[in-house]
T-cell receptor, first 114, second 111 residues
Framework: DAGVIQSPRHEVTEMGQEVTLRCKPISGHNSLFWYRQTMMRGLELLIYFNNNVPIDDSGMPEDRFSAKMPNASFSTLKIQPSEPRDSAVYFC????????????FGPGTRLTVT | DAKTTQPPSMDCAEGRAANLPCNHSTISGNEYVYWYRQIHSQGPQYIIHGLKNNETNEMASLIITEDRKSSTLILPHATLRDTAVYYCIVRASSNTGKLIFGQGTTLQVKP
C-alpha cells in the first residue's frame, strides 16, 4: 500500500496567487481529513469528508479556503488568493469511517507564501 | 471531546523504557484514549488506542488507570528513532473521526 499521497511536497508562491494542494487517500478508506500545522497554532483540523461529503468545515479559516472531494480517490484544498499567513504544512489523512479506526497521515505539503 | 494535559518535554536514555503520562480527568464513558506521534518533518503516526483495558501492540503499551482519568504510554526500549512529539487525544467512538491535537510531549531519546 502506497499510503496517503500528497502533492506537491513543497510549494512556494507569491501573495495573491491561487494554490491547489492535492491528496490521494488510501484505497478503501472513506474518510478524509485536511489539517494545517504551524508553530503558533499547532496541528489543527480544517475540514473532513465522509464518503466524499464534507461533514465539518468549521476549521476552515475563511472563504479564501475551499476543499473538494470529487471522488473517493482524490481531494483538493484550494487557497485563493493566498496570503503570507497561510504559510504552513498541510497534511491530508484518511481512515475507515465510524468506530475507532485510526487515521493515516500523508507526508504533508509545505506551503510558503511570500 | 475531553481535554488532555501532557508535560511539554521529557528525556529518556536509549534502551530504557520511556513512560509518557497523560491526564484526561474529564473523560466520558464512551471516549477512547489515542496516542499519535510526529517525528520531525513527517506526518503524525498512529501508535495505539484503548478504552479501559491496558493495550499492547508492536510499538507500545498503553496503561489506563481504573478511573480512566489518566494514562501512560510506554515505549519499552526507546531508540533514537523514537525521538518525536507524542500526542495524547481522547475521542468518542461516535465521533466520525475528528482528532483534536494538543501541544503534546516532546520526547528526546539520548544515547
Amino acid at each position: 500500500d502506497a499510503g496517503v499521497i500528497q502533492s506537491p511536497r513543497h510549494e512556494v508562491t507569491e501573495m495573491g496567487q491561487e494554490v491547489t494542494l492535492r491528496c490521494k487517500p488510501i484505497s478503501g478508506h472513506n474518510s478524509l481529513f485536511w489539517y494545517r500545522q504551524t508553530m503558533m497554532r499547532g496541528l489543527e483540523l480544517l475540514i473532513y469528508f465522509n464518503n466524499n461529503v464534507p461533514i465539518d468545515d468549521s476549521g476552515m479559516p475563511e472563504d479564501r479556503f475551499s476543499a473538494k472531494m470529487p471522488n473517493a480517490s482524490f481531494s483538493t484544498l484550494k487557497i485563493q488568493p493566498s496570503e503570507p499567513r497561510d504559510s504552513a504544512v498541510y497534511f491530508c489523512a484518511s481512515s475507515l469511517s465510524g468506530g475507532t479506526y485510526e487515521q493515516y497521515f500523508g507526508p504533508g505539503t509545505r506551503l510558503t507564501v511570500t | 471531546d475531553a481535554k488532555t494535559t501532557q508535560p511539554p518535554s521529557m528525556d529518556c536514555a536509549e534502551g530504557r523504557a520511556a513512560n509518557l503520562p497523560c491526564n484526561h480527568s474529564t473523560i466520558s464513558g464512551n471516549e477512547y484514549v489515542y496516542w499519535y506521534r510526529q517525528i520531525h518533518s513527517q506526518g503524525p503516526q498512529y501508535i495505539i488506542h484503548g478504552l479501559k483495558n491496558n493495550e499492547t501492540n508492536e510499538m507500545a503499551s498503553l496503561i489506563i488507570t481504573e478511573d480512566r482519568k489518566s494514562s501512560t504510554l510506554i515505549l519499552p526500549h526507546a531508540t533514537l528513532r523514537d525521538t518525536a512529539v507524542y500526542y495524547c487525544i481522547v475521542r468518542a467512538s461516535s465521533n466520525t473521526g475528528k482528532l483534536i491535537f494538543g501541544q503534546g510531549t516532546t520526547l528526546q531519546v539520548k544515547p
